[in-house]
């Protein structure tokens, strides 16, 4: 059953791209280091998750937890750490508007705050909405409008392919278009086939307030719009849950996040959530936020679940989805985020090493093939899902669920 799907992947390669996405509105610096290099002596340490980072007591429970629980997850950092690392582009808007400028889209951004440092690590191809009398779109490079950039500290343990994120703070960051770009969005959406938005978590201050503008922009967006969820304070995730993503068509979410929706619906699940979790957390997202897409990417599986009247076929979604986990595990294989033509099933790095989970979905719903097929209908809702893609020493892990939701929403309109 694996070479079956390991061929499935090789009739994906090569994916090709003609769309316009424009993406918003975390954009900024990773500061990525490696566990054992940078962040030792933690036998003494308790470990415990910290859902905000204050001293170096809180940096050290926060990676033990990590390691001991072999887990990714977010905190937001209130004090500078002594770490040292390599500094990339990260934040999912900048990561993701590289992404699709590298597969061969048409790449906007939005963020509030761009500096010469955070435009020198987005391709200079990705352009940049400026105020105008229409809307107006420059090159990146010639629209820096800040002195002040958001860092991120990322620790990773790569042996477990999980990570710590260290999320910074930027005063006055807003995650919303700014009002001369927002007036000029109802014509511009002609010319935009996809919109993919996060950060709604980094806004300061009165984060309510920012949520009810944000909101008032969105009710205004007709172009299909995903949400780029990332975990935050449990407070906040309300907030977001409660403003924000009734108004989006799709929304993407790994293991942790599908886990802290699941427990803020009231929804049981597990540590290590089945497919079978993710699929009745997904119905109880369709119902009480009313999101038709739900895009779930785990270790061990990944699936698509949507509404019956979702407009696209089960099929189209999956090969949406198979192009999407051979980029992340080409990203993964080279350390960075390839262009279309170099996104190549690698045998020799690249493995379908499970089919269980959708093994066990078929026993309990008593299907016929959904093993071989990974597509079903249940309860009003279109199931799709694959054995995702493991790249063997991966030389890269951070943005790779990013990636991968990412391309699954903007390669459903690429055939």
Known sequence: MKQEWLQK????????????????????????????????????????KKEEIKDKEDLLKSVKYCKENKTSYEAQLKYKPEIKGEKRLG??????????????NTSIIYTPFLTEELSDLIDEEVLYPVKNDSFGLK????????????????????????????????????????QSIAEKL???????????????????????????KAEKQLKKIKTPKHLEYVSTTTEKTKQILNHIAPHFTSIGLDQQELQKIAEILGEPISKDPTLQEGFKTAQKITKKLRIPRIHIHTKKYHTTITKDNYPFQKTEIQKAMLKASLTAATAAQKGKTPQAQNIKLDTDQMH???????????????????????TTELQNHKIIAIPPLITEKPEKIVGLGDITSATAFTAEINK
């Open 139 to 178: 090159p990146v490079k010639d629209s820096i409008n800040s002195d002040r950039t958001k860092e991120n500290y990322i620790i990773e343990f790569k042996e477990d392919n999980t990570r710590l994120i260290l999320s910074g703070q930027l005063r006055g960051f807003e995650p919303f278009f700014r």
């Open 352 to 374: 379908v090493k499970i089919t269980k989970p959708l093994e066990k979905f078929q026993e309990k719903h008593k299907l016929e093939n959904f093993v071989k097929t990974g």
């Open 9 to 48: 992947y090789r009739e994906v390669e090569e994916p090709e791209f003609n769309s316009t996405v424009l993406t918003g509105f975390n954009a900024n610096i990773d500061i990525i280091t490696d566990q054992k290099k940078n962040i030792q002596k933690l036998e003494k340490v308790k470990a415990e």
């Open 91 to 104: 934040g999912q808007a900048g990561i993701i508007s590289n992404l699709e400028n590298r597969l061969g």
């Open 186 to 212: 109802d014509k511009a959406e002609q010319e935009i086939d996809r919109i993919i938005l996060s950060g709604f978590h980094d806004a300061e201050g009165n984060f309510e307030t920012k949520l009810e």
